[in-house]
């Protein structure tokens, strides 16, 4: 079993519709932190949580430490949302290096018109 | 301020052959790290480094290797390449501390092994 786990895989919406990616995960945690990948690989970082949560425009970000799960959820979804969403947690506590990073393998988020 | 930049962009090599990829961070970071992205394993972490110094490195064989300079560009080796090695590798820059940072990504270099 994948020590990150994302659902769903693949993720059709209609423009406007709201949206919600979940991440679980199994090993203890200093962070986790959800990407975004648009097709031809660029990735841009969209937030780092390590509580509560977090919002950006029409993205918002939440962690449950306890039930170790986070969600992402896109308000008014857009076409140009579509792309791939992935989540990574941070294993163990804060050491300053990014060497325990572990990635779930990724959310195809598709929006259609 | 200019983005992380990587070079190449496209590479095709044949197995057995080496390869070195570069990465220039944003002006001011010292952070670097870099990650293969294959269809199969998604993402995963290859090494870190800061200040030429590395300070993690993954899972991956020995002929993977890296280093930092004193401008904080960065390269990645491949020695020996096989036909698994194809993939996405990215690198990241990132400033802050431990506990908060924005870490930035560069376009990737594909690496193509036939």
């Known amino acids: 079993k994948n020590e990150v786990e994302q659902s769903p895989q693949n993720l059709t919406a209609q423009e406007g519709e709201f949206i919600t990616i979940n991440c679980s995960y199994s090993?203890?945690?200093?962070?986790l932190h959800w990407l975004q990948q648009h097709p031809g690989g660029g990735i841009v970082s969209l937030f780092m949580?390590?509580?509560g949560k977090k919002k950006h425009g029409r993205l918002i970000a939440t962690i449950n430490i306890q039930e170790k799960h986070s969600s992402l959820h896109i308000t008014a979804s857009h076409p140009r949302d579509s792309a791939v969403y992935i989540c990574?947690?941070?294993?163990?506590?804060?050491?300053?290096?990014?060497?325990?990073?572990?990635f779930g393998k990724g959310t195809k988020l598709s929006v259609k018109p | 301020k200019a983005g992380v930049t990587q070079t190449p962009r496209y590479l095709i090599k044949t197995r057995g052959q080496q390869v070195t990829l570069s990465c220039s961070p944003i002006?001011?970071?010292?952070?670097v790290s870099w990650y293969q992205q294959t269809p199969g394993q998604g993402l995963q972490f290859l090494f870190e480094?800061?200040?030429?110094?590395?300070?993690n490195k993954g899972n991956f064989p020995g002929r993977f290797s890296g280093r930092q300079f004193s401008n904080s560009r960065s390269e990645m080796n491949v020695s020996t390449l096989e036909l698994g090695d194809s993939a996405l590798y990215l690198c990241?820059?990132?400033?802050?501390?431990?506990?908060?940072?924005?870490?930035?990504f560069g376009p990737g270099t594909r690496l193509t092994v036939t």
């Open positions: 949580l390590s509580s």
């Open positions: 480094y800061f200040s030429e110094t590395q300070r």
């Open positions: 090993v203890g945690i200093s962070a």
């Open positions: 990241a820059s990132r400033h802050g501390t431990a506990r908060s940072y924005e870490q930035y």
């Open positions: 990574a947690v941070r294993k163990g506590d804060y050491g300053g290096s990014q060497g325990n990073l572990i």
């Open positions: 002006s001011g970071h010292r952070s």
